[in-house]
């Protein structure tokens, strides 16, 4: 009898055989989160499942954002931002015990050997109203800001008559500790990349001239808006898969040439090999001004599909971007005085700015002196580059 008491009180080899795939299962869907958002929440449910239906609780939190993620099973959404500090308030919680769990899972309570749960506001003001039983739950720090944690996850027994967690729980959540602080980090490092991506391709899209990066076989990997706006008008230039292209033959061999030197430029002598071309239109409008150089050298392990060098192409017909509220702020005009302004930069002569706006030609030089004050410019072309090269020519999305 003790020896068939004892076997039955061991884990059998069946017993232990679905921790080990569960816990390997939770691991690929750890890395898998550091990829995708929407992993995250796969996780918890997961998680959930290998640990009996357990109530899990998954906190995300980018401190240079103060951006917050919850993902969780088993538990109420408006009660998700409040457990950290509940915690804090209704127990002598330190940041001691945050830095405890940081390394390994702990059960609440062992910091707390001679407190009832359910005695405490944990329990009372965040728990029960959640239906949970009043069993300590599980917890894990993913890292520290400042004096709460950044991260964390929490484990709780979800219905009552649930057994507590015991220490086969947490060796088994144990398993999964190193896995979730490298897929953290790398979630939020991910995170700050895509972050500055945006930023980027944000300033490029409002930038006015056109911007198109170019891989080592010609092939366009980014253009702005700018860009796009110039291709679209099939007008003297264009962008097949193979690259860009001019309609002229001579200008698009041209073209090709300086594509070509720009690809065989020696590594630091990148900015030598820049050159430019004008482009002409069809439709009889001004050519546009092309610019084609070489990118520094990329770092090592790049790949073919890298962007390896830039065209810069601008349309002098598109007149400035400027709203004229941008001009009467930016220099400090009236609404008339920053009208004509704009009507200059926009290529048309002052006569002719003055029929547009329905004034004597008089009225239009006055307002012509009284800008030139402003802008501390003397001549009509210096005014019109001031605008077209200023921020005020930055699109405004």
């Given at each position: 009898?003790?020896?068939?008491?004892?076997?039955?009180?061991?884990?059998?080899?069946?017993?232990?055989?679905?921790?080990?795939?569960?816990?390997?299962?939770?691991?690929?869907?750890?890395?898998?989160?550091?990829l995708r958002p929407d992993g995250w929440q796969r996780l918890t449910?997961?998680?959930?499942?290998?640990?009996?239906?357990?109530?899990?609780?998954?906190?995300?939190?980018?401190?240079?954002?103060?951006?917050?993620?919850?993902?969780?099973?088993?538990?109420?959404?408006?009660?998700?931002?409040?457990?950290?500090?509940?915690?804090?308030?209704?127990?002598?919680?330190?940041?001691?015990?945050?830095?405890?769990?940081?390394?390994?899972?702990?059960?609440?309570?062992?910091?707390?050997?001679?407190?009832?749960?359910?005695?405490?506001?944990?329990?009372?003001?965040?728990?029960?109203?959640?239906?949970?039983?009043?069993?300590?739950?599980?917890?894990?720090?993913?890292?520290?800001?400042?004096?709460?944690?950044?991260?964390?996850?929490?484990?709780?027994?979800?219905?009552?008559?649930?057994?507590?967690?015991?220490?086969?729980?947490?060796?088994?959540?144990?398993?999964?500790?190193?896995?979730?602080?490298?897929?953290?980090?790398?979630?939020?490092?991910?995170?700050?990349?895509?972050?500055?991506?945006?930023?980027?391709?944000?300033?490029?899209?409002?930038?006015?001239?056109?911007?198109?990066?170019?891989?080592?076989?010609?092939?366009?990997?980014?253009?702005?808006?700018?860009?796009?706006?110039?291709?679209?008008?099939?007008?003297?230039?264009?962008i097949s898969p193979s690259g860009p292209y001019a309609h002229d033959?001579?200008?698009?061999?041209?073209?090709?040439?300086?594509?070509?030197?720009?690809?065989?430029a020696e590594a630091g002598r990148e900015i030598e090999a820049t050159?430019?071309?004008?482009?002409?239109?069809?439709?009889?409008?001004?050519?546009?001004?092309?610019?084609?150089?070489?990118?520094?050298?990329?770092?090592?392990?790049?790949?073919?599909?890298?962007?390896?060098?830039?065209?810069?192409?601008?349309?002098?017909?598109?007149?400035?971007?400027?709203?004229?509220?941008?001009?009467?702020?930016?220099?400090?005009?009236?609404?008339?005085?920053?009208?004509?302004?704009?009507?200059?930069?926009?290529?048309?002569?002052?006569?002719?700015?003055?029929?547009?706006?329905?004034?004597?030609?008089?009225?239009?030089?006055?307002?012509?002196?009284?800008?030139?004050?402003?802008?501390?410019?003397?001549?009509?072309?210096?005014?019109?580059?001031?605008?077209?090269?200023?921020?005020?020519?930055?699109?405004?999305?």
């Open positions: 009898m003790p020896k068939r008491a004892q076997a039955t009180s061991q884990p059998t080899r069946s017993d232990a055989v679905p921790r080990v795939r569960a816990s390997a299962a939770l691991i690929e869907e750890i890395y898998s989160a550091a449910e997961v998680l959930s499942q290998q640990l009996s239906n357990a109530a899990v609780l998954l906190v995300l939190n980018f401190p240079e954002t103060g951006r917050h993620e919850f993902h969780s099973v088993g538990l109420d959404p408006s009660y998700l931002p409040r457990l950290a500090e509940t915690i804090v308030e209704a127990l002598p919680y330190s940041i001691r015990h945050f830095q405890s769990a940081m390394d390994r899972f702990v059960l609440l309570g062992d910091f707390y050997p001679g407190i009832e749960l359910a005695g405490t506001g944990l329990y009372k003001s965040w728990m029960r109203p959640q239906g949970l039983p009043p069993l300590w739950p599980l917890g894990h720090t993913l890292c520290i800001h400042g004096e709460l944690p950044a991260g964390g996850l929490s484990i709780f027994r979800q219905r009552q008559g649930d057994p507590p967690f015991g220490p086969a729980d947490v060796a088994f959540c144990d398993e999964l500790v190193p896995h979730l602080s490298r897929a953290v980090t790398f979630y939020a490092t991910l995170e700050g990349v895509q972050r500055e991506r945006l930023a980027l391709g944000e300033v490029l899209e409002r930038l006015p001239t056109g911007v198109i990066l170019l891989d080592a076989q010609r092939r366009p990997v980014i253009s702005n808006g700018s860009a796009d706006r110039i291709v679209g008008q099939g007008d003297g230039f264009g033959a001579r200008e698009n061999a041209r073209l090709q040439e300086l594509i070509a030197d720009a690809l065989e050159r430019f071309l004008s482009v002409s239109r069809p439709s009889g409008r001004r050519s546009y001004p092309l610019m084609v150089t070489r990118l520094l050298s990329p770092p090592p392990g790049s790949t073919t599909r890298d962007a390896v060098m830039a065209l810069f192409i601008s349309d002098p017909d598109a007149g400035p971007i400027s709203a004229t509220e941008g001009l009467e702020t930016l220099y400090s005009l009236t609404r008339a005085e920053a009208e004509i302004v704009r009507l200059l930069s926009e290529g048309y002569s002052l006569e002719e700015a003055a029929t547009r706006r329905g004034v004597t030609l008089n009225t239009a030089r006055s307002h012509l002196k009284h800008v030139f004050a402003k802008t501390n410019t003397n001549r009509q072309g210096e005014l019109v580059r001031l605008v077209l090269t200023g921020v005020g020519s930055i699109r405004n999305r």
